[in-house]
């Protein structure tokens, strides 16, 4: 018993290692990918879904935490007034789709990344350094190009996803994402 113990041990070290020397030590997504992995492997810790069910929840974690992060800086730094709601739209609506997805991830018992991963941190860096006119011309370019790349990243889950409480997950938040792509797309119409 303790020599089971000992060996998922040392492979979720090693796992976590190997992780680390392919992507940067910060990334937050690689790290849930690689506890995930492990988890895979072992009968006493295996996660309830298949790897691209997994995958998707990790992804949908960061990507969601982020547009909170982004949301706040929108309504701190952005200049234009629906740049500002629409923050806090991103605050409301990403923070419940967090709640779904820690729910889904407890459930299944996926590890899920606790902050947004380092592409995502980038760019709230980045954004954080603006503000402004400056920071409404980027915040809503972010927002449309992220929006359009979470729509692609959903719809695959939706077809690609085997647990049914994951792929119920993609498809019901589809809408949602659409509705913040329109939203933003209007935004940037009017403002132009």
Known sequence: MKTTGFLIAALLGLTLMQACKSKPADDSEA???????????????????????????????????????????????????????????MITDHGKLNDLIRAIAVTKNISIPKVPGADEQKMIKKLAEKSGRDFDKAYISNMIEDHK????????????????????????????????????????????
């Open 31 to 89: 790290k849930a990918d690689s506890i995930n992995a492990v988890k895979d492997t072992t009968k006493k810790l295996s996660i309830a879904v298949e790897k691209v069910d997994a995958e998707f929840i990790v992804e949908a974690a960061s990507g969601s935490m982020a547009e909170v992060e982004l949301g706040k800086l929108a309504r701190q730094k952005g200049f234009n007034r629906r740049v500002k709601n629409f923050g806090t739209m």
């Open 149 to 192: 790349q979470d729509i692609k990243v959903f719809e695959k889950a939706g077809k690609n996803c085997v647990d049914p409480d994951v792929k119920s997950f993609a498809v019901k938040t589809l809408p949602i994402l659409q509705a913040h792509l329109d939203a933003i797309d209007a935004i940037n119409d009017s403002i132009k």
